[in-house]
């Protein structure tokens, strides 16, 4: 896992959408980790209003929880992309 910033907590989850809070500032396109039970979800911030902002999660969020850890990154989503992947 990345190196992180300060953490965050969840304050809501709707689907895929997982809402956080925290004191710390918070990055579009930033990624996070929401930490639940033994699992570790990995989300990118979609939105950012202050305090608060909206991750999309990439797995399955059943179980996330309202008071939640989550996990700031100072990195930004990317992907690598091979040989033909351009048209």
């Known amino acids: 896992m990345p190196t992180s910033t300060p953490e965050a907590r969840v304050v809501g989850v709707t689907g895929n959408i997982v809402s ?7 990055m579009k396109n930033s990624i996070a980790f929401v930490h639940t039970g033994d699992a570790s979800l990995k989300g990118e911030v979609l939105r950012v209003q202050g305090r608060r902002a909206d ?18 990154t100072p990195h930004m989503l990317s992907a690598t992309l091979g040989q033909g992947c351009w048209a």
Not at 55 to 72: N, P
């Open 20 to 26: 956080v809070e925290s004191d710390a500032p918070l």
């Open 55 to 72: 991750l999309q999660i990439f797995e399955e969020t059943q179980g996330v929880r309202v008071g939640d850890s989550v996990e700031l």
